[in-house]
């Protein structure tokens, strides 16, 4: 081999060679920038999820009351049907919610959620009418009658609005009783959920 080949040879190399340094820059700055474009992301998603909630709460006086059912064995117009027998557990509990911002908040649902052994057990609590006519349906839980919250209302800004719900559970009190937690969550409209315990214990009737 000739020094002209040997020469052509290294030329060729390091050619070759600068190919390849500018193919790695080529991959390196996108790669830089996705980097941070991804670290910007989780900085803003954790910024946002610090955000306090726009509304506070606060849920006491928590009271269960089991209860067995059984239904008449006839329908609205009389005729017989299949009795119908449950243990079920009403939930009372007086509620407070205020708002802590200068925009009116949109409560839509109120939500009981009791933790067993199978998972979690969620009621929605009665609207004002069927509170009433629970009371009047069970004479028995008249000492737990109180001023009914609605669960569909404005709060407006900086106020603060209080009252009693009332949920059922399909449970036995023994399962009840070994329930592991228990919660409650405010939905508001385009507002996160506002999930909240009891300040105290929850006492039986």
Known sequence: MSLLQQDSQGQDDAARGEELTKGSTNVLVPSIIAV???GIAIFLYAWLGEKPNPATGEVTNVVA???HRETSGFDAAGAAM???VFEQVLVFAH???HNRTKEPLFLHQIMVNATLDDGIHTSYVAGPSEYERAFIGYPEI???HGKPLASEL???AGQTVEGDILSSFRLTRQEWEARKGLDFTFGFRYQPVLKVTPTGPVTGQ
């Open 95 to 97: 509620v407070k919610l």
């Open 82 to 84: 299949p009795k119908d």
């Open 154 to 156: 404005t709060v407006e």
């Open 36 to 38: 941070v474009v991804v």
């Open 142 to 144: 008249a000492p737990l």
């Open 65 to 67: 009351h089991p209860m």
